[in-house]
């Protein structure tokens, strides 16, 4: 007889021959920035994640620099926004002022720029539009600004999430022209057309103001399409590949461990946070031991960085000995 619970009989033996682990080192932690003083605003669909002004953000990163914790995902939120998204590209924006001020007091601290339109366009989508029409190339200048704006401003990453066919190309060439050739290209390979963004617009103001995104993000049928997007990234000159939602994605996170070598990242976006933060608050699971199967998940099918707005939490109990 195969006598296999000889090696679960302790704590101290399954830690042993643990085959899987999740580190400090391997989380980015998003947060959100708005535009005038004095702000801490809660966002009720993400019980604990606030959007802070500039005047405030130190509260947060003091949290970040207790908890450990190396990288964050910072998105913007500015006051005025107009048809072809102005503050995005704005060398004096609220995202490229932020960084400025984190790079200021954290230097240490890796800050990885979100490049998108949708938090800076009237109308919602991460693209120009025209005759109801979210035009590609027309939006890929406006991209490689906004990129080349935040290196400026000290960003270590830029992370481009508006899905528009050739943007890494296009933002790697304008990085390169801008004299930018050492800043790393985290690109949203795998950005699926889900429902599980549902809380992040409430934080970044971003819900499309018509129709939805499925002209130019993924539809979820299709992992071979992820794999021929994942490709395109890699050759357009991305440095990290991000699948997009984490959980109902395992398996195209699982198919690209397999099919490349790249350093992959999964977002554990919104949606999936909420659902768990409402179910430990009706006291149906416990949140801990979920969060950590969660991640330890992530990391079984391939990822070596997750972002997450659990990352504080599960800095802690990482510490803690989970």
Known sequence: MFRRRRLRSSEYMRALVRETSVSVDDLIYP????????????????????QYSIDRIDEELDRIREAGVKGILIFGIPAHKDEVGSEAYNEHGIIQEAIRHIKKVFPELIVIADICLCEYTSHGHC?????????NDETLPLLARTAVTCAQAGADMVAPSNMMDGHVAAI??????????????????????????????DAAHSAPGFGDRKTYQMDYHNPREALRDMWDDINEGADILIIKPGLAYMDILKMAS?????????????????MVKAAAANGWIDEKRIVMENMIGFKRAG??????????DVAKWIKEGY
């Open 303 to 312: 990822a070596q960085m997750i972002i997450t707005y659990h990352a504080l």
């Open 172 to 201: 790697r060439e304008a990085l390169d022209e801008a004299d930018l050739k050492t800043v790393p290209i985290m690109s949203y390979t795998a950005k699926m057309a889900s429902g599980y963004y549902g809380p992040f617009r």
């Open 258 to 274: 397999q099919e490349t070598d790249m350093p992959l990242a999964v977002y554990n976006v919104s949606g999936e946070y909420s």
């Open 31 to 50: 947060i959100f920035v708005v535009e005038g003083e004095n702000q801490k605003n809660p966002i009720s669909s993400m019980p604990g994640i606030y």
């Open 127 to 135: 693209g120009v539009i025209k005759d109801g029409e979210i035009l």
